[in-house]
């Protein structure tokens, strides 16, 4: 979904300074996917959309040197989308440049009473009007209603100068600057911008937006965009319907006899869901705190293989020329395994060449890293009583 934002956006406008608002562990992965030529404003820990809007938009001013008198626009990287809608985004924040109101949202024009959004009551029919008010999401009968009112649904893309929203942060957060709004993150109230800003706003604009848009946020709506109905290894018989498996693991996934259903298998856990209710899963899945399966790195990724009470078990693999950092751990031995390629380790300053089949120990303060010639893949197993991702000291390389 970045990736396919990022191109279309710089296809509609090729100087669009973009920054993405995201957590720590997906910055290796966009910056493997789409380069470094982007802004990443990490949250610290997941704080809702008031939080994290705020954060980047203080990483924009006093990080980036964005002018607080500068328009912004904040969209998700879900929608399902062409170029136009891009090209309506454009006009968004020239709108808000104006600087006629505080606000300027994007309106999606309906086309069907959903119960999934929003929808914004419009003052006038003109393609941007001022906003009535808001209302959250109805049952299929009253969004017929709003619809009948000529009602627009809240695709949550908006527009606003810095300064706006800085004012904000020092209202509602007791901000300062960005470094003081970064290490408070984690005690910050959970709200999200419509709640803490939108409802709240009473000088607020709306352009409307006729385009193709499908929000591909949920497991069901994803659906009905893939061309196949199977991404990795699956077997649907016959009777099943309106079936699709996404499937990330080295197993295969049977399905008999089901009908309108989603199964998504990932190192992280599997969904299986009527897809109508596939929308529901956020509560639940909040609830689950295991540790990260699949990370993508600066060097290559990982991928946990087993997590036991005293061990950890990973597979690591290098992308040719790159290495990991020079670090130790206080509290866990490591072992690995060499099981393709060829590279260097470097153990408490002594180089050794390695290729498959060596194994190299490391004990808990012992300072290690390796460096990859070609492609190298690692199995590497952490022993102690109390392996945490925290307990890393990172070193400069000794010469």
Request: charged fraction near 25%; hydrophobic fraction near 35%.
């Given at each position: 979904?970045?990736?396919?934002?990022?191109?279309?956006?710089?296809?509609?406008?090729?100087?669009?300074?973009v920054?993405?608002?995201?957590s720590?562990?997906?910055?290796?992965?966009?910056?493997?996917?789409?380069?470094?030529?982007?802004?990443?404003?990490?949250?610290p820990?997941?704080?809702?959309?008031?939080?994290?809007?705020?954060?980047?938009?203080?990483?924009?001013?006093?990080?980036?040197?964005?002018?607080?008198?500068?328009?912004?626009?904040v969209?998700p990287?879900?929608?399902?989308?062409?170029?136009?809608?891009?090209?309506?985004?454009?006009?968004?924040?020239?709108?808000?440049?104006?600087?006629?109101?505080?606000?300027?949202?994007?309106?999606?024009?309906?086309?069907?009473?959903?119960?999934?959004?929003?929808?914004?009551?419009?003052?006038?029919?003109?393609?941007?009007?001022?906003?009535?008010?808001?209302?959250?999401k109805?049952?299929?009968?009253?969004?017929?209603k709003?619809?009948?009112?000529?009602?627009?649904?809240?695709?949550?893309?908006?527009?606003?100068k810095?300064?706006?929203?800085?004012?904000?942060?020092?209202?509602?957060?007791n901000?300062?600057?960005?470094?003081?709004?970064?290490?408070?993150y984690?005690?910050?109230?959970?709200?999200?911008?419509?709640?803490?800003v939108?409802?709240?706003?009473?000088?607020?604009q709306?352009?409307?937006?006729?385009?193709?848009w499908?929000?591909?946020?949920?497991?069901?709506?994803?659906?009905?965009?893939?061309?196949?109905?199977?991404?990795?290894?699956a077997?649907?018989?016959?009777?099943?319907?309106n079936?699709?498996?996404?499937?990330?693991?080295?197993?295969?996934?049977?399905c008999?006899?089901?009908?309108?259903?989603?199964?998504?298998?990932?190192p992280?856990?599997?969904?299986?869901?009527?897809?109508?209710q596939?929308?529901?899963?956020?509560?639940?899945?909040?609830?689950?705190?295991?540790?990260?399966m699949?990370?993508?790195?600066?060097?290559?990724?990982?991928?946990?293989?087993?997590?036991?009470?005293?061990?950890?078990?990973i597979?690591?693999?290098?992308?040719?020329?790159?290495?990991?950092?020079?670090?130790?751990?206080?509290?866990?031995?490591?072992?690995?395994?060499?099981?393709?390629?060829?590279?260097?380790?470097?153990?408490?300053?002594?180089?050794?060449?390695?290729?498959?089949?060596?194994?190299?120990?490391?004990a808990?303060?012992?300072?290690?890293?390796?460096?990859?010639?070609?492609?190298l893949?690692?199995i590497?197993?952490?022993?102690?009583?109390?392996?945490?991702?925290?307990?890393?000291?990172?070193?400069?390389?000794?010469?």
């Amino acid at each position: 979904m970045v990736q396919r934002v990022y191109r279309q956006i710089k296809s509609v406008d090729p100087s669009a300074k973009v920054t993405i608002a995201t957590s720590k562990t997906q910055v290796s992965t966009i910056n493997n996917q789409i380069g470094s030529d982007v802004g990443i404003s990490v949250e610290p820990c997941r704080r809702d959309t008031f939080p994290a809007i705020a954060l980047a938009t203080a990483y924009l001013h006093d990080i980036q040197g964005v002018s607080e008198d500068e328009a912004v626009i904040v969209c998700p990287v879900d929608p399902y989308v062409e170029n136009d809608y891009f090209e309506a985004i454009k006009r968004l924040g020239d709108q808000a440049a104006k600087g006629e109101a505080n606000l300027v949202l994007m309106g999606i024009e309906p086309t069907y009473p959903s119960e999934k959004y929003g929808y914004i009551i419009l003052k006038s029919d003109d393609k941007t009007s001022s906003v009535s008010t808001f209302k959250e999401k109805p049952d299929k009968e009253t969004a017929e209603k709003y619809i009948a009112q000529g009602a627009l649904w809240n695709g949550g893309v908006f527009a606003y100068k810095i300064g706006y929203v800085l004012n904000k942060a020092r209202q509602l957060l007791n901000y300062t600057d960005y470094d003081d709004l970064f290490f408070r993150y984690d005690s910050l109230t959970k709200i999200s911008f419509d709640y803490a800003v939108v409802e709240n706003e009473s000088n607020i604009q709306v352009m409307r937006f006729a385009g193709q848009w499908m929000d591909i946020g949920t497991w069901n709506t994803l659906t009905e965009v893939m061309d196949e109905s199977i991404i990795g290894e699956a077997v649907l018989d016959e009777t099943c319907e309106n079936v699709h498996v996404l499937n990330e693991l080295d197993v295969p996934v049977l399905c008999l006899g089901l009908k309108d259903i989603v199964v998504a298998a990932s190192p992280e856990g599997i969904l299986v869901s009527d897809k109508e209710q596939s929308s529901h899963i956020k509560p639940y899945v909040d609830k689950f705190n295991g540790p990260v399966m699949f990370a993508d790195k600066s060097w290559g990724s990982y991928k946990v293989l087993e997590v036991e009470e005293e061990s950890l078990t990973i597979k690591v693999t290098l992308n040719p020329g790159n290495k990991m950092n020079y670090h130790s751990h206080e509290r866990r031995d490591e072992v690995w395994s060499i099981i393709s390629g060829e590279g260097t380790a470097i153990v408490d300053g002594m180089e050794t060449p390695v290729k498959a089949g060596d194994v190299l120990t490391m004990a808990a303060g012992c300072r290690h890293m390796i460096i990859a010639t070609t492609e190298l893949k690692v199995i590497e197993v952490q022993l102690g009583k109390e392996i945490s991702v925290n307990d890393k000291q990172k070193y400069e390389i000794e010469h």
